[in-house]
């Protein structure tokens, strides 16, 4: 029994599907770990911390290979200051909002377009055949 009509379908499916393992696999691994006080202190007395961003009231910690997330308001962030260089992350949830919208839109004229597509194919394959005398 035959799933898929089309065999560039299922291959593109299968793709498709793989992608999406991948990008999920991805986020997971990049996700920081969660620290408390006393390995903050560790970290930041031997230095393994290159520089820190301030994210609503989480503030993630890059190390050389390592990103760890601690809250805001249990450390000391003028101590964190004069160690590690700090930034601010300033989200814009319009852009953000605005980009969402615009891969739906996408998707959506995509699929718009390959239905139009596949539906001129079929209606020249049933097109009877007129003969003019």
């Known amino acids: 029994m035959q799933i898929f009509k089309?065999?560039?379908?299922?291959?593109?499916?299968?793709a498709l599907s793989?992608?999406?393992?991948l990008l999920a696999f991805g986020y997971m691994r990049i996700t920081p770990k969660i620290i408390d006080l006393p390995t903050y202190n560790a970290l930041l007395s031997s230095g393994a911390i290159q520089k820190a961003k301030v994210e609503n009231d989480e503030v993630f910690l890059y190390g050389i290979n390592d990103c760890f997330v601690i809250i805001k308001d249990?450390?000391?962030?003028?101590?964190?200051?004069?160690?590690?260089?700090?930034e601010v992350a300033r989200s814009n949830a319009l852009i953000d909002d605005?980009?969402?919208?615009?891969?739906l839109l996408g998707g959506l004229l995509a699929l718009l377009l390959f239905a139009r597509k596949k539906s001129k194919k079929t209606r020249k394959k049933h097109t009877p055949l007129t003969i003019r005398f």
């Open 6 to 14: 089309s065999q560039k379908l299922m291959l593109s499916l299968m």
């Open 18 to 21: 793989i992608f999406i393992v």
């Open 74 to 86: 249990g450390i000391d962030i003028s101590e964190l200051l004069q160690k590690v260089p700090v």
């Open 98 to 103: 605005m980009l969402i919208i615009a891969l």
